[in-house]
């Protein structure tokens, strides 16, 4: 199974981007899927999730109102939208994928929830 990143860039503050997930060799419907971040010089956080039953979304508070995550089922494709971009927005964005997916943020935050991830894609908010 590999998860494929994709869509980083530099935009200005304020802009929008989207991040795409491609996953191959791997058909993900139960679980969830989440994406994760890490500033330079910071430790990787979460940012938000995607639970496949019922989907339902989780985010981090920092995030919150700014990113949607959408899906496209026939091109194993989940995606990121991220809207009003803040400088500190600035990372290399990583999504995961997880078989199962307990409830509660010990869970759907955790990067040891996630058993596949992707290579990483930067993004760069700057004027």
């Known amino acids: 199974v590999q998860l494929q990143a994709s869509g980083g860039g530099v935009v200005q503050p304020g802009g929008s981007l989207r991040l795409s997930c491609t996953s191959s060799?791997?058909?993900?419907?139960?679980?969830?899927m989440a994406w994760f971040r890490q500033a330079p010089g910071k430790a990787r956080e979460f940012v938000k999730a995607?639970?496949?039953?019922?989907?339902?979304?989780y985010d981090a508070d920092s995030v919150k109102g700014r990113f949607t995550i959408s899906t496209d089922n026939a091109k194993n494709t989940v995606y990121l939208q991220m809207d009003s971009l803040k400088p500190e927005d600035t990372a290399v964005y990583y999504c995961?994928?997880?078989?199962?997916?307990?409830?509660?943020?010990?869970?759907?935050?955790?990067?040891?929830?996630?058993?596949?991830w992707g290579q990483g894609t930067l993004v760069t908010v700057s004027s």
């Open positions: 995607y639970r496949w039953s019922g989907s339902l979304q």
């Open positions: 995961a994928a997880a078989t199962t997916l307990g409830y509660g943020a010990n869970n759907y935050a955790r990067e040891q929830s996630y058993d596949y």
């Open positions: 060799g791997r058909t993900f419907s139960q679980g969830g």
